[in-house]
Every structure is written in structure tokens, then in C-alpha cells.
């Protein structure tokens, strides 16, 4: 294992919350709009440049806060940023765009049909990636209990039976199926439908997610090696792809299994199993 050269702390940091990496003299740009499940492919592309290509990291989400990471208004924020220049002018050098899909984030939709979008902001890539996003995607056990619903049947469960009763597994279960379904359909509409089958046919043999927000390695390797031969073209030969292949972002605080997810899927993940936690009052 080692260590990214970037974390998703480092565009908390800078100003705009812009991270910059790659070449600055470079005339042409990579803009990675997306949140921290983004943040492996800055990684890669970092790895890999040689200094061909400015590199750029936006995750919109972190302009709900400020400089001193205090909550402000959102939508008044991203208002303001429609009239920097700095950033008209950081769109206007793009010539690939990699992103997740978003709606509703103002100047930051990434729909063309949108009434307000990024392109209407300078933005005109040479070429497009759109990446699938794992988001809010609830599938394992101890990723439930943020689910206040879930979470309170669990209490109830385990005070009256001392275990979870086959009906709050089913419920589990047909909702993990719901949201797997939802992911797969958005894979379908990426630049990497192919994700749809890949992902189903090897999720319960290979963990590809982290957490119902966080992605694996494994997956993000996967997109990684579809991206790059088909769209920028970096050097990345077998030893550059092992040494990627090590970097952790999320595998430290990754969701433990436990024996209720056997009950749900037939997992044949090589870990240990861990227990169904439940957080105390004011933890959630």
C-alpha cells in the first residue's frame, strides 16, 4: 500500500478550493469536477503526466463552506462564482473534462439541456468524461444505521430479540437491490457503460466500494484502465499500473461486513468479519 500524492483534504485549502496539480505553463487543461470519488484520477493522471498537461480538481460541494470551514449560503456562493474571472478563464484552457454528473449546483451542472450549466460558462472540451458516481448507493449492514428508519428498527430488533429479525434483513436486502439497480443504470449513461457489467459480475467477489459514498481501489483501477487507453493516452505501462494499483484512499475507514450482509448477498470478500455497530445518541 501507499500513500496518494492527493487526499481530499487538499482542495479544502486552496484558494477557491481549486486544487491544482500537473504543469502550470501548460496551455492545455484537465478539469476533474467531482467529488472525492474523483479524487483517485487526479491521483493517476498526476502520476502519469510528465508535465503535459495543467491539471485541475473542483469538488463542488465544498463551497457550502468557507475559508475556516464554517457553513455558509450555497447557492449564494455559487452565484458569486459565475462572475470570477479566474475561473471563466480556468474553463476556457480546458481541453478535457472529466466529471461526475451534477444537477443542481448552479454554474456546475454538468447537462448541457440544464437552464444554467457549466458550458455556459466558458467551458467547450475538446473531449468528455463522464464517470459514473457511486453515491448514497446503501448496500452493507453498518452503512443502514444512517438510516434513521433502519437504525431504529435495528434498536428495536436487538431489544426485543437480541439479533435482527428476518423481515428488517428483507428490507435490506430489497432496497441494497434497489440502489445496486439505480448505480447500474447510472453506469449505463457514463462513458463506461460497460461499468454496469463489470461491476455485477464481480461485486460480491471483489469489494469495489468502500462505503455507500466511497469507492474502492479495485474500482476505480478498473475505470482507470478504460479511461486512459481510450481517452488521454498517458504513458502507463504494467509497473506504473501496479504501483497505482497500491494507492489507498478510503480502504482505512471502509465499512466492516458483518453476518447479517451473508444473509443478505454471498459475499467472498478475503476480511475478517466485524460486528453490527450501533451508534450511541448524537453519533449518527
Keep these: 500500500m501507499c ?24 496551455g492545455e487543461t484537465i478539469l476533474i469536477l467531482g467529488s472525492c470519488r474523483a479524487m483517485p484520477y487526479l491521483n ?68 448541457a439541456s440544464s437552464d444554467k450549466n457549466i458550458y455556459q460558462f466558458g467551458l467547450s472540451p475538446e473531449i468528455t468524461i463522464h464517470i459514473p458516481s457511486f453515491h448514497d448507493i446503501f448496500i452493507l449492514t453498518n452503512d443502514f444505521v444512517l438510516i434513521e428508519s433502519f437504525l431504529d428498527q435495528f434498536k428495536l430488533d436487538l431489544d426485543i430479540h437480541g439479533e435482527l429479525q428476518p423481515s428488517t434483513i428483507e428490507a435490506m436486502k430489497a432496497m441494497s437491490n434497489s440502489n445496486m439497480a439505480k448505480f447500474l443504470r447510472n453506469c449505463e449513461s457514463t462513458s463506461f457503460p460497460e461499468m454496469a457489467s463489470f461491476f455485477s459480475e464481480n461485486w460480491l467477489s471483489t469489494r469495489l466500494f468502500c462505503s455507500f459514498n466511497h469507492i474502492s481501489c479495485s474500482y476505480s483501477m478498473k475505470i482507470w484502465q478504460m479511461m486512459n487507453p481510450r481517452f488521454l493516452h498517458l504513458p502507463c505501462d504494467t509497473e506504473k499500473l501496479s504501483q497505482l494499483s497500491e494507492q489507498r484512499l478510503y480502504e482505512n475507514t471502509q465499512t466492516p461486513l458483518c453476518k447479517y450482509d451473508l444473509l443478505m448477498h454471498n459475499y467472498k470478500w478475503d476480511e475478517d468479519m466485524g460486528e453490527l455497530v450501533i451508534p450511541v445518541t448524537g453519533e449518527k
Design 3 to 26: 500513500i496518494p500524492r492527493y487526499t481530499t483534504y487538499d482542495p479544502k485549502i486552496v484558494p477557491l478550493n481549486i486544487l491544482r496539480a500537473g504543469n502550470p505553463s501548460s
Design 44 to 111: 493517476y493522471i498526476s502520476e502519469c503526466n510528465n508535465e503535459r498537461y495543467r491539471v485541475v480538481y473542483i469538488d463542488p460541494f465544498n463551497y457550502h463552506f468557507d475559508e475556516k470551514n464554517e457553513k455558509i449560503d450555497f447557492q449564494q456562493a455559487l452565484l458569486n462564482l459565475e462572475c470570477n474571472q479566474e475561473l471563466r478563464s480556468l474553463f476556457g484552457s480546458v481541453k478535457i473534462f472529466i466529471h461526475e454528473h451534477y444537477a443542481n449546483f448552479g454554474m456546475f451542472n454538468t447537462s
